[in-house]
């Protein structure tokens, strides 16, 4: 018990310093990948220009300049400062999940036992200690073990949030390169799938972690105030 109990309280501190992290921008994958992406996208503005000229002298509405070339320019723009959009909309989500960080991190150490009700577990068991009743074996090893169980269950539950944390982390890098490909194709006028794709993937990424840690920090809220633990 005292060893999977050392092994959580470190798991939790790995667990608030990996949704610290907060240098999605400066990572020098993202910075290279999102500069070789940009450049790739941009090239196709020449193309698309091409196909609006060409679409404006043969008539063709759908292509003529006046319903195309706005949306371009515009595209244009918003792919050039990709990076800086999905940096503000990843600032907004981390200040959420950082106000929840910061309310478990009061937990960690001696009171994250007391939230999980390990001292209460193992309270049952120093009433028996010195008695002469034959069950004592039996009562202290149910109390011993409910709290390796509750350890061990607890264990495998905030490494499971660790792993979904350190997925985030990387899909929002992905999701960060591939950003001017998103942008470009909204331009499009039958290709605004695959942005919507991209979309729901960042937003749904974006709030992972702030509920996740919501639903943390009411956990171990609720479960303070049937311990009297203060949170």
């Not at 515009?74 to 792919?79: G, K, N, W």
């Not at 499009?188 to 993937?201: E, F, V």
Request: with cysteine; net charge neutral.
């Amino acid at each position: 018990v005292g060893l999977l109990g050392t092994f959580l309280i470190n798991l939790f501190y790995v667990l608030t310093a990996v949704a610290n992290y907060n240098q999605f921008l400066a990572s020098t994958a993202v910075t290279y990948g999102w500069i070789v992406i940009r450049d790739f996208v941009n090239m196709f503005f020449v193309l698309v220009l091409i196909v609006i000229a060409i679409g404006t002298i043969l008539q063709q509405q759908q292509y003529h300049y006046s319903q195309t070339l706005p949306k371009f320019l515009v595209a244009a723009i918003l792919v050039n400062f990709s990076k800086t959009i999905c940096g503000i909309l990843i600032d907004a989500s981390q200040v959420v999940m950082m106000t929840f960080v910061g309310a478990i991190s009061g937990a960690l150490g001696g009171n994250m036992a007391a939230l999980l009700g390990i001292p209460m577990l193992l309270k049952q068991v120093a009433p028996w200690r010195g008695s002469e009743t034959a069950d004592i074996e039996v009562i202290a090893f149910a109390g011993f073990f409910l709290a390796l169980m509750f350890i061990a269950i607890s264990l495998i539950v905030v490494g499971i949030m660790v792993v979904m944390l350190v997925i985030r982390i990387v899909a929002l890098w992905f999701l960060i390169i591939l950003s001017p490909i998103a942008f470009f194709l909204m331009a499009l006028p039958n290709d605004r799938g695959y942005a919507s794709k991209w979309w729901d993937q960042f937003i749904n990424n974006l709030l992972v972690g702030p509920v996740m840690m919501f639903f943390l920090w009411l956990s171990l809220t609720v479960v303070s105030v049937q311990q009297g633990v203060g949170v």
